[in-house]
DNA sequence: CTGAAAGCGCTAACAT
DNA sequence: ATGTTAGCGCTTTCAG
């Protein structure tokens, strides 16, 4: 109501107030070095009595960076990529930076989307989970990107781009061999939409120690929701040879095939024992606990903004990781439900 | 390697191949309008030959609006927020504006920082739950603040900031008029960190209901995890007239007493009734399956990024909703653990 | 130690 | 319909 338009004071109007010329201020608010101890506490005074706060726009523009990152991801609610995400917000913050969280539901066109409005606000670099990475429109996109860029949980496969993912071919496949230890013979997989990289890993993991045991795989892809769950548990234990184990691969599908056997009253292990993959926070609580694959899932979120920042800071020579692809190991975490505890623990 | 800086193409290295003006491929990439079909069509070539991409800054320092609103909240990792940033970011996306994602770990200090983080970056506004709403120099700062500010779950008391929040106060009253309701005359109310708005609101509420019946308070905060948890149980069963009902105030509490119970083999509901408060993903499945009151979550994100919005369009109109405080409605999930139904539901 | 001045990429008068 | 030009707020040579 004072001034013209009312808004946040100027570098140069600070410079002005404080009886000095911009440089000088520019010089303060940038750490104050071969400033005069007075000069800098008289501009220190002037900028803390106007409020003043440099505008990142006009530095940015000045060809800095932006001290942002942008972390794509399918969904935030997702406790798998949420804790991702506070890893990797905890990194951006040690660096400074700040993390834009895009959201994609898996869609290809959400995700094109994202990386261009990354690219419109200049971000350093970003972080992605394609939720295919066949995806003809995107693959173009990213190989005109300028900035450094990794990829989590899923690689874009063939493409110059370091990936960071969880281990999950050796994971099922330990998994397998666990359920195989214990004597089961006719193991079946459930899982859902094994177009995803980790899926379809995974299931690749399961068959592979199937085979190598001399066993027969079991295999249904068709789990998306509790419903889908409940049917499947119930067609596969029906058949005139029933599995003797269920390996699940992904924590919703474990959940609702846990909430399905509990359901139909079908007790585990005896009639029927289960492993999951991905752990989760009542795994230990419910009756009998749920044996499951534990993913390293903050180190993949740290690791992956790590490696990102290292490619950013690194410059040209960012060459080194192009391609490299960190895979972090899985854990097998024994508890009730696969036959290594008893029901009660 | 063939200019000089190899970075972004601009927007007059546009016009120079176009032979064009700048205006003109200003408008063009502004919505083509007052521009010859013929012309457009030439620049929008070049524009994609070129992969040119607006640069974000250069119009943000043009004075217009950054398209950015910042969330700033505890953690990312727990389940409420993330539910609710998921909520806050379609909202954003629908106003074709980014989600700063910035956690504080309900610390005053990274509040402080993090909301000064924003302000330089001149976010349009931003949303904010607040661990403690007493913090004297977020105070100060918030009241410097020139764009929109909403709070989310926890309002800044007597300050002119919106908030959006549950109904806290009414949805603690309601769980312990359920259990009242049942018979139980002994209520004990298990929580952790009273100095958080929504843990007082709640404990406000029991008490109130538990007066109004004439009944006795026990209310044991120390609970912060799985170890205090048991020993608040422990403890509070031990004690000569034990409660025959526990009432939780938030998610992790819940869940850490369940486990506790489970582990010393109390039975629930027959020795003590169980009511938590904040449903969570298990909760039906567990036996016996827990009641609890049930928070709108999605909504709570939802709302706190509406209303931001339709401040930040309405100009220097925000005046309307200073101060307005938006309690959204809790719900009472009836299950087992409380009594409602057979425990084996 | 300090200041003047030249842009960074874009938009918006103001011309033509 | 389209070009010219003056900044937006800041950093950064280059001279004092």
New binding site residues.
């Given amino acids: 109501m004072t001034k013209k338009k009312s808004?946040?004071p100027?570098?140069?109007?600070?410079?002005k107030k404080a009886?000095?010329?911009?440089?000088?201020?520019?010089?303060v608010?940038?750490g104050g070095q071969?400033?005069?101890?007075?000069?800098?506490a008289r501009v220190q005074k002037v900028i803390e009595s106007l409020g003043?706060?440099?505008?990142q726009?006009?530095?940015i523009?000045?060809?800095?960076r932006t001290r942002s990152i942008g972390f794509v991801i399918p969904s935030i609610a997702d406790p798998f990529f949420s804790s991702c995400a506070e890893a990797a917000q905890a990194i951006a913050r040690a660096h400074d930076s700040l993390l834009i969280v895009l959201t994609t539901q898996n869609d290809a066109h959400a995700e094109v989307e994202s990386v261009n409005v990354l690219l419109r606000h200049r971000a350093d670099g970003f972080i992605l989970a394609p939720g295919n990475s066949q995806s003809q429109v995107l693959r173009t996109l990213l190989k005109r990107v300028q900035v450094p860029v990794v990829t989590l949980d899923r690689p874009m496969e063939g493409m110059p781009i370091p990936a960071v993912v969880a281990d999950n071919f050796a994971g099922a496949r330990m998994a397998t061999r666990h359920l195989i230890d214990h004597g089961y013979r006719r193991i079946a997989c459930l899982t859902g939409e094994p177009t995803l990289y980790t899926l379809h890993e995974r299931i690749k993991g399961y068959q592979k120690e199937i085979e190598t045991a001399g066993l027969e795989m079991i295999l249904d892809a068709s789990i998306k929701d509790y419903r889908s769950a409940e049917y499947a548990v119930e067609s596969v234990l029906a058949a005139p040879n029933p599995p003797d184990a269920l390996l699940t691969l992904k924590n919703s599908t474990t959940i609702f095939v846990f909430e399905a056997l509990q359901k139909l009253g079908i007790s585990v292990p005896e009639r029927v024992a289960l492993l999951g993959y991905d752990d989760f926070e009542l795994a230990a609580t419910v009756r009998p606990s749920i044996s499951v694959v534990q993913q390293p899932i903050e180190a993949l979120g740290r690791t992956a903004a790590e490696l990102l920042f290292s490619r950013m800071l690194d410059g040209a020579g960012a060459e080194k990781d192009r391609g490299k692809m960190v895979e972090l190991h899985t854990r097998l975490i024994p508890r009730a439900s696969c036959g290594c505890r008893p029901p009660q623990n």
Wanted: proline share 5%.
């Fill in positions: 808004k946040h100027t570098l140069s109007e600070v410079a009886g000095v010329g911009t440089t000088t201020v520019s010089r608010i940038n071969r400033v005069d101890p007075q000069t800098l003043y706060m440099p505008n726009a006009a530095r523009l000045k060809g800095d």
